[in-house]
């Protein structure tokens, strides 16, 4: 994500490296860089010129601390402004009132029946809403198959009428039925259409004039970059929606669309799409994309990951285990999977920082778990609940059936046992106290 932008970025703040002060020149050159690095991330023309013209006007207008070296300076500058053109905070979706009607529209392909799915799933388990999709795209096909299967998939009930061609009928059906069953949210999952098809986009007109709703929310492509935010104003000017979402974020390495819409637009981006599954849906943070950006990492986002896939009562039970030493191969797998569910791994790296820069040209793969499961599943019930029971006779059994071999076992039991060891000093403060009186001062 921004990988691009972020290593020019740095190339640019060079310029300034090492200089005692912050002069006209060494600014205009460094802005000079700046301006090329957003226009090569497809960053709009003018909101590119006026954002470095505003950081300039900043960084030369501001009393230098002794402290802070320009390069220090600007980027504090940098984040500032970068923070700000994106939106400056978070615009968190409103529930007036119930049930809440969430209108999706955008182009054919950007990811709108995905993205209901995920903002189903995502105000189910993190606002505790009870929504309903319903199935507005009567055009494609496979659409009302595909938001069928992925409201399975989360346990949420989808709405659809295969009699009706008539998207405004079945989208006023679906709020009667919310009401109906007490459902307090309901997602219209519209068709997509192109904004120079008129009869397209009279018709999201007029489903929005009957459904009256209370977000509509404009999904786009970030990888289509300045497209992306042309097509957001000719919806904006027919919707006047909301909000945007940017879907596929963690493939855009350029984040035109990104810095650009807001400033364009005017109007908020709420959500941003990380990966495929359904957990994969991100509040937008301005000020935390713009560390990130920066290379500075998002700390609050990566905690927040973690707190939503780690259940309490869960870790309160692990950590008895932890005390007693009964950490087993069975809670190992447990915590493989709650990680796995936190998203993409070259992503989840990027939120710490300084991480983000050394892990540039590095590829993880997601499926860098995929031995380590192997082995564990290979285990038998016995072996997972007892660890110490693994002889060399169970190892070479594990091996073959998981598809290894014996040094990866071997290398994966040995890792295991001195992750328990530090588990174990870690739960006990005595232990703790002792181990820090030994440590050399």
């Known amino acids: 994500m921004f990988e691009n932008l972020s290593d020019k970025l740095d190339r640019a703040f060079k310029v300034l490296k090492g200089q005692g002060t912050i002069t006209e020149i060494n600014v205009a050159e460094t802005m000079k860089e700046i301006r090329k690095a957003l226009l090569d991330a497809d960053v709009n023309y003018k909101t590119a010129k006026t954002f470095t013209d505003e950081v300039k006007q900043k960084a030369l207008g501001m009393n230098v601390l002794t402290a802070v070296s320009p390069g220090q300076l600007l980027t504090k500058i940098m984040n500032d402004e970068l923070a700000a053109l994106m939106g400056g905070s978070a615009a968190e979706l409103t529930f007036p009132a119930t ?129 992306a935010v042309n097509t957001a104003k000719v919806f904006n000017d027919r919707l006047d929606f909301t909000g945007v979402v940017l879907t596929k974020l963690d493939g855009d390495t350029r984040g035109g669309a990104a810095l650009s819409i807001k400033s364009v637009v005017d109007k908020p981006i709420k959500f941003i799409g990380t990966g495929e599954k359904m957990e994969a849906l991100d509040v937008f943070h301005p000020d935390r994309m713009a560390s990130r950006i920066l290379g500075m990492g998002d700390v609050i986002s990566l905690v927040e990951r973690a707190q939503q896939q780690f259940d309490e009562k869960e870790a309160a039970e692990l950590q008895k285990k932890i005390r007693k030493n009964k950490f087993d191969f069975n809670d190992f797998y447990s915590q493989i999977q709650q990680v796995k569910k936190m998203g993409n791994m070259k992503d989840l790296m990027g939120m710490i920082p300084g991480v983000g820069k050394m892990m540039k040209n590095v590829e993880i793969d997601d499926n860098a778990f995929k031995n380590i499961e192997a082995i564990i599943q290979s285990m038998t019930p016995y072996e997972k609940e007892n660890p110490d029971s693994i002889n060399q006779s169970r190892r070479n059994r594990i091996a073959k059936g998981s598809g290894t071999n014996i040094n990866e076992v071997n290398r994966l039991i040995k890792q295991f046992e001195d992750m328990r060891k530090v588990m174990k000093q870690m739960s006990n403060p005595a232990a703790m106290a002792s181990m820090m009186r030994r440590m050399p001062r």
């Open 99 to 227: 049930p809440t009607v969430i209108l999706i529209a955008g182009l054919n392909g950007a990811g709108k029946t995905t993205f209901s799915g995920k903002l189903a799933n995502f105000l189910k388990t993190q606002k505790n809403k009870k929504p309903l999709l319903v199935a507005d795209d009567v055009y494609r096909p496979a659409a009302i198959d595909q938001l069928k299967v992925l409201g399975e998939q989360i346990g949420i009930p989808v709405y659809a009428n295969l009699e009706s061609k008539d998207p405004i009928a079945i989208a006023k059906e679906g709020i009667a039925l919310a009401k109906q069953q007490g459902n307090n949210v309901v997602i219209i999952d519209t068709a997509g259409r192109l904004s120079v098809d008129e009869a397209m986009m009279r018709e999201i007109e007029q489903v929005k004039a009957a459904t009256n709703p209370h977000e509509i929310l404009f999904v786009v492509d970030a990888m289509t970059g300045q497209d």
